[in-house]
């Protein structure tokens, strides 16, 4: 597609449950992150993608957190047993990872909103 | 960003020129000054990018200091879809993927 898309837009859930966030990056697009950002708060990134490999996980925040990718492309994030905490607009983006490349611009989704109640 | 300080918000006109300043007194020599957008319910939007030298695109110019410690990022003429939250950072190409904002200024275009 045009762009990085996310899927949901919008999830409320109940504490306790499981959610799965969905990532389509920009087609050809090698890497891909993770981020959240919540209410007041800066952007917090999460895991970093290089086609399917996770070469750095540290900022999940606990192994409630878990996101594959597979076929280099579509990304999920999943979230087991949600707190209220975890609440926050959860962004995805993508860039064409290279050396030769001086930007490694990372276009961004526009976020899935998590509310846990 | 702990490394860069942006004033909380500003007022612009709409069709006035917008300079939003941002100082980042420490940063080293092989790190790039960086402005995002972040409009109301969307992702971050990248602007611009530079080094030492001023820089222009499609969407704004970068002024940055001779000392590389303060840069201003204009827009030459807001419109009301420029309202948003704009981010200055400073990152080493390369090896920081890890984007981090901090508070940024939030922008309002007024008509």
């Known amino acids: 597609g045009a762009g990085v898309s996310q899927s949901p837009s919008n999830k409320v859930t109940e504490k306790g449950k499981d959610v799965e966030l969905r990532c389509d990056p920009i087609?050809?697009?090698?890497?891909l992150y993770w981020y959240r950002q919540s209410l007041g708060q800066g952007l917090e990134f999460l895991i970093y993608?290089?086609?399917?490999?996770?070469?750095?996980k540290s900022g999940l925040p606990s192994d409630r957190f878990s996101a594959e990718r597979t076929g280099g492309s579509v990304s999920t994030l999943t979230i087991q047993r949600t707190q209220q905490e975890d609440s926050a607009v959860y962004l995805c983006?993508?860039?064409?990872?290279?050396?030769?490349?001086?930007?490694?611009?990372?276009?961004f989704g526009p976020g899935t909103r998590l509310t846990v109640l | 960003d702990a490394k860069t300080t942006q004033p909380p918000s500003m007022d612009c006109a709409e069709g006035r020129a917008a300079n939003l300043p941002c100082n980042h007194s420490?940063?080293?020599?092989?790190?790039?000054v960086y402005w995002y957008r972040q409009i109301h319910s969307q992702g971050p939007q990248y602007i611009i990018h530079?080094?030492?030298n001023n820089e222009t695109n499609e969407m704004a110019s970068l002024i940055i200091t001779e000392d590389r410690k303060s840069s201003t990022l204009i827009l030459p003429h807001a419109t009301l879809r420029d309202t948003a939250v704009y981010y200055c950072i400073v990152r080493v190409v390369f090896n920081d993927y890890k984007l981090s904002f901090g508070a940024g200024t939030t922008v309002t275009v007024r008509a």
């Open positions: 983006a993508s860039s064409s990872w290279g050396q030769t490349d001086p930007r490694n611009e990372q276009f």
């Open positions: 087609s050809g697009h090698t890497a």
């Open positions: 993608f290089q086609g399917n490999s996770a070469p750095d």
């Open positions: 530079g080094l030492k």
């Open positions: 420490t940063i080293s020599g092989n790190e790039y």
